[in-house]
């Protein structure tokens, strides 16, 4: 039985992360080191073929999702989307695409990326909606060409694919403005990611462009799912805090969750509150009345993340380039015409 790169960097008391830049011919070893991890790999019986496959493109694709604090769930309409659109370009490309889920824990976290640079990955698409900078590093000290998929961070050198989140709060903002002549308030998202952030910076945004003073805007803090924003607005409807007349919401999980607590308190929407979503999840289209929200081409994210990383593939060496998709409104019934 041929010996593995793992094993063999326990033999020559070397880190399993040197063994492999010198046996995948990178950056980061010495040369007497990369000859001599070499020499012991043939005499140990080391199998060659796997590097060879990998320099050829003949490996697998990886789609990685990192999960940090639960804003993620891949089993929604969103990410099942997106991870269809890059199923389908793996199969118009003939390459073959794996699914595997990173968690944010330190031990964990180390032993699934020593996984994946010991693994048939040639590239991955990796979904970093839950991530920071600083997570970002480790991802990139495998040094396997990777696109970094709903999220974008100045200091990282790799292509990004996202969504251009501030131009779809805007519009989305600006439309409920438009329609309701009211000072919108915000169903803002209680967990900290920058796609939030940024939808944040649109509706601000559309607020000062309108002429409106953005501190006169009532903000409710909400989970970003149906159940959790379903339970944070009855506390806040138990409370009596005030209300606006209509909202912009950080997402249709958001939207719904308070549609329905609002609904069950007795408000009805729209005659007595607006409130427009975003994402475009097929849940916002059979909620009664149906919502109003920003379309996102989840499908088509996925495929440009795909192409882009078969692109790197094929010449290693082009620039990396950040991708915004622009957004579309959806007008649908939550909104008083």
Same mark, same amino acid.
């Given at each position: 039985?041929?010996? %593995?790169?793992?094993?063999?960097?326990?033999?020559?008391?070397?880190?399993?992360?040197?063994?492999?830049?010198?046996?995948?011919?990178?950056?980061?070893?010495?040369?007497?080191?990369?000859?001599?991890?070499?020499?012991?790999?043939?005499?140990? +019986?080391?199998? !060659?073929?796997?590097?060879?496959?990998?320099?050829?493109? %003949? +490996?697998?694709?990886? !789609?990685?999702? =990192?999960?940090?604090? @639960?804003?993620?769930?891949?089993?929604?309409?969103?990410?099942?989307?997106?991870?269809?659109?890059?199923?389908?370009? /793996?199969?118009?490309?003939?390459?073959?695409?794996?699914? /595997?889920?990173?968690? &944010? &824990?330190?031990?964990?976290?180390?032993?699934?990326?020593?996984?994946?640079? !010991?693994?048939?990955?040639?590239?991955?698409?990796?979904?970093?909606?839950?991530?920071?900078?600083?997570?970002?590093?480790?991802?990139?000290?495998?040094?396997?060409?990777?696109?970094?998929?709903?999220?974008?961070?100045?200091?990282?050198?790799? &292509?990004?694919?996202?969504?251009?989140?501030?131009?779809?709060?805007? $519009?989305?903002?600006?439309?409920?403005?438009?329609?309701?002549?009211?000072?919108?308030? =915000?169903?803002?998202?209680?967990?900290?990611?920058?796609?939030?952030?940024?939808?944040?910076?649109?509706?601000?945004?559309?607020?000062?462009?309108? @002429? $409106?003073?953005?501190?006169?805007?009532?903000?409710?803090?909400?989970?970003?799912?149906?159940?959790?924003?379903?339970?944070? $607005?009855?506390?806040?409807?138990?409370?009596?805090?005030?209300?606006?007349? /209509?909202?912009?919401?950080?997402? &249709? !999980?958001?939207?719904?969750?308070?549609?329905?607590?609002?609904?069950?308190? @007795?408000?009805?929407?729209?005659?007595?509150?607006?409130?427009?979503?975003?994402?475009?999840?097929?849940?916002?289209?059979?909620?009664?009345?149906?919502? %109003?929200?920003?379309?996102?081409?989840?499908?088509?994210?996925?495929?440009?993340?795909?192409?882009?990383?078969?692109?790197?593939?094929?010449?290693?060496?082009?620039?990396?380039?950040?991708?915004?998709?622009?957004?579309?409104?959806?007008?649908?019934?939550?909104?008083?015409?």
């Amino acid at each position: 039985m041929s010996i %593995t790169a793992k094993e063999l960097a326990k033999k020559l008391n070397l880190s399993a992360a040197a063994v492999s830049m010198a046996l995948n011919n990178k950056s980061g070893v010495s040369t007497a080191t990369r000859l001599h991890v070499i020499e012991m790999a043939k005499k140990y +019986g080391y199998n !060659f073929s796997r590097i060879a496959e990998k320099q050829g493109n %003949t +490996g697998c694709i990886y !789609f990685v999702i =990192y999960k940090k604090h @639960g804003a993620v769930v891949a089993d929604t309409p969103f990410f099942l989307e997106v991870s269809e659109g890059i199923q389908r370009s /793996c199969q118009k490309s003939g390459y073959q695409l794996k699914i /595997c889920y990173v968690y &944010d &824990d330190e031990e964990t976290i180390k032993k699934q990326l020593e996984e994946i640079r !010991f693994s048939d990955c040639i590239g991955m698409v990796l979904l970093g909606t839950e991530m920071n900078p600083a997570d970002l590093k480790a991802f990139s000290a495998l040094q396997i060409p990777l696109v970094l998929l709903d999220s974008y961070f100045e200091e990282a050198s790799c &292509d990004c694919i996202l969504i251009n989140n501030l131009q779809g709060a805007f $519009m989305a903002t600006s439309h409920l403005i438009r329609k309701t002549k009211k000072q919108p308030g =915000y169903l803002r998202s209680a967990y900290e990611i920058r796609n939030f952030s940024e939808r944040a910076d649109g509706f601000y945004k559309a607020i000062r462009n309108h @002429g $409106m003073s953005a501190s006169k805007s009532i903000i409710h803090s909400l989970t970003p799912s149906v159940d959790g924003a379903y339970a944070d $607005m009855m506390h806040i409807l138990k409370q009596k805090d005030e209300l606006a007349t /209509c909202y912009f919401a950080d997402n &249709d !999980f958001i939207a719904v969750g308070a549609m329905k607590a609002l609904k069950e308190w @007795g408000y009805h929407l729209p005659a007595d509150i607006s409130i427009i979503g975003f994402d475009n999840l097929p849940i916002s289209s059979i909620i009664e009345p149906a919502l %109003t929200t920003v379309h996102v081409p989840k499908q088509y994210m996925g495929e440009l993340a795909l192409k882009r990383l078969i692109a790197i593939l094929h010449e290693p060496n082009i620039y990396p380039v950040k991708t915004e998709l622009s957004t579309s409104l959806i007008k649908r019934a939550s909104i008083l015409a």
